[in-house]
């Protein structure tokens, strides 16, 4: 942690930091004098300078105000920069600035993530890997790898990547949703898995229309006699389910109205359906009769499935 607090006093002692405000994210974990530390975001100053308001990021919102004399001395003189207006909070809207992030595989929905460009970041070591930066705090960055969520140190970083983070935290670089939102994951056992997804636009208006299950049931069968040889499908059943909410959306928000169509096939049929939709029917080694299975929206649309 002392590394930052340097940093950012260093860039505030050189000419260059003074003819720029520093920006700090406030995020961070603070240190006390006794020796203390706990992780919070800095909210705001009293008047004087001589309190500073946190965030616990916990349902109580704010503690109670911390003396700013009972931080360590390094930490003092960024306070100490914020009240003098030479060192400012980041207030860039879509940047994700919280108190921790997840590790490890991405959550199945990804509704209202808020994500910057794929672009390439480099590790100290020379290391380099595409990632879209998903969350921002003094000392860190949660990237998101693919599928993926992981958290870097700042200090590991290269200085190209620092010097863009800079800019993130000034509002020069352009923040916004990751693009596709995924619906639901699955696939068969024995095959490979998959997912489908529609983008955050699709999301809203498929949660604004609401269920409309003989829509798709056309839809279903119309695609069916499309792509597969006649008297080699056979329709079984249409399920109409609420996709989950998502952990991103707000809890008002409106959820599509989802339906998966189940086919039984056979001899042509199978082959047919391999070639139109590879994932969603049963695999070669797959045990029982054949089947198709389409995932389809309330206004008929026949949604791709990717490889996961």
Known sequence: ?????????????????????????????????????????????????????????????QIPAVAVESLVPEEREVLEGVHSGKVTLCK????????????????????????????????????????????????????LVGETFSLVAIRDLSEADRQHLEKVKRGNVTVAFSGALELLNGGWDKGPSYSVSVSSERFAALGELGGDFQKALNASLKAAGEKLPEGKW?????????????????????????????????????????????LTVTPVQWPGDPELILHVTADGEILKAQRQ
């Open 92 to 143: 860039v809207e879509g940047l994700s600035m919280q108190l921790s992030w997840p590790t490890g595989k991405a959550p199945e929905y990804l509704v209202g993530l808020q994500a910057g460009e794929a672009r390439e970041w480099k590790h100290v070591s020379g290391k380099a890997i595409q990632a879209r930066l998903v969350n921002l705090t003094d000392d860190d960055v949660s990237l």
């Open 1 to 61: 942690m002392k590394w930052l607090c340097f940093a950012v006093i260093a860039g505030l002692c050189s000419g260059q930091a003074m003819a720029e405000t520093t920006v700090i994210t406030g995020v961070r974990t603070w240190h006390m004098t006794d020796g203390k530390s706990r992780r919070l975001k800095l909210i705001m100053l009293t008047p004087d300078g001589k309190h500073a308001y946190f965030s616990d990021g916990k349902n109580k919102g």
């Open 234 to 278: 056979k329709f079984i059943s249409l399920s109409e389910y609420t996709c989950s909410r998502p952990n991103f959306a707000a809890a008002d928000a409106k959820l599509p109205m989802l339906y998966e169509a189940t086919f039984a096939l056979e001899g042509t049929g199978v082959r047919a359906a391999r070639d139109a939709w590879p």
